[in-house]
């Protein structure tokens, strides 16, 4: 902030005064403005921590991660290790659940069986071991893991703490592993920004199979929630590339300079397990958006999106702007655009279609605007 030497512009404001000397400079008709403007600025709270990290991801679009296709790199678990919020609700869910399957009676006699999928390098292991600590239950732990880097670090880990007596480290994809035994809990987070959107559903039915019938899976639910905005530069920023392509992907991005037209509405819900023979990954959604009278007309250029996670019973976890977990920064808002901007008039009702489509070997997102005017299916067969 002390960059900001707002007097030095206030000069160049006065030089170009008729009246200026160098010996005897007048003062500008608008210099108090300015020097309280600048007095307001210098007694502004500094940035928090977050914020100041954040900062430099505002309206930066990036390409959402894809950890089940890619290996993710050291320094993305690193950023992910740094978010002590995300491990402590982990931890929570998971002490709950240990007390809920082991009662304080059968605390010396059970021994809980948890496997950690998508163990990483081992944070949500080690939030397992200290939950078992922290309730006084005693617990054996799988911990799967497919990216080989960070089965290396995990091994390390595992040495390092001296916990080899608890822990099994596997390297396997979850969904091909056979399994030595039955989970009571199986822990994963395999979460996006838009909640499925890294394939957790995909991976966590390929799981189920080796949880107990009355095993518990956290997270045991999560849902995709979004809301209309008008986000100009954003837009701008997908339009440069001068293709249509870029208009049918979602972007995480940390939104900034947008207007979220009206609250946001859910989208598609998971749950797990789910041992339903019928179960689908498909979704489709229809929505109605209101927008505030006093919002008069607007463009929309496309869809902000969020998710929310049940972990456990009444501990949660997410993004979405009315429930979103406090100093957690694991995950920015994903993007959906529109190829056009839509014109809004006053008092119309903006009606979106969503759908989540599987094919035999990927997932993709379709979405269409029917009202106020209709848009193309952007996304159409994935292509
Ligand atoms: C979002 S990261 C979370 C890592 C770690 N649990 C943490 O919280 O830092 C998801 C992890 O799941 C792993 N993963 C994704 N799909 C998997 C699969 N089908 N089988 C095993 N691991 C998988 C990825 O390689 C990645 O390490």
Known sequence: RSNHNVSQVSEGVLSRDEN????????????????????????????????????????FLQSPLQPLMDNLEAQTYETFEKDTVKYTQYQRAIAKALVDKVSDDEVSTTR?????????????????LQAAEETGRMLKVY???????????????????????????????????????KADILVSELLGSFGDNELSPECLDGAQRFLKPDGISIPSSYTSFIQPVTASKLHNDIK??????????????KLHR?????????????????FSPKATNQRYTKLQFELPQDTGSCLVHGFAGYFDAVLYKDVHLGIEPNTCTPNMFSWFPIFFPLRKPIYVPSESPIEVHFWRCCGATKVWYEWALVAPSPSPIHNSNGR
């Open 20 to 59: 200026h000397t160098e010996d005897t400079p007048t003062q500008h008709a608008l210099s108090p403005y300015l020097d309280y403007m600048a007095y307001l600025y210098q007694r502004m709270d500094p940035l928090p921590e977050q914020e100041r990290f954040e900062i430099n991801y505002r309206d």
């Open 112 to 128: 809980t069986v948890l496997m950690v999928v998508g163990a990483g390098r081992g944070p949500l292991v080690r939030a397992s």
């Open 143 to 181: 911990a799967v893991e497919k990216n080989p880097n960070a089965v290396i670090t995990l091994h390390s880990l595992i040495k390092l703490e001296g916990w080899e007596s608890m822990v099994t480290i596997i390297s396997s994809d979850m969904r091909c592993w056979d399994a030595p035994e």
């Open 240 to 253: 440069a590339h001068k293709d249509i392509a870029h208009f049918e992907t979602a972007y995480v991005v």
């Open 258 to 274: 947008v207007a979220r037209l009206a609250p946001p509405q859910e989208v598609f819900s998971f749950a797990h397990p789910n």
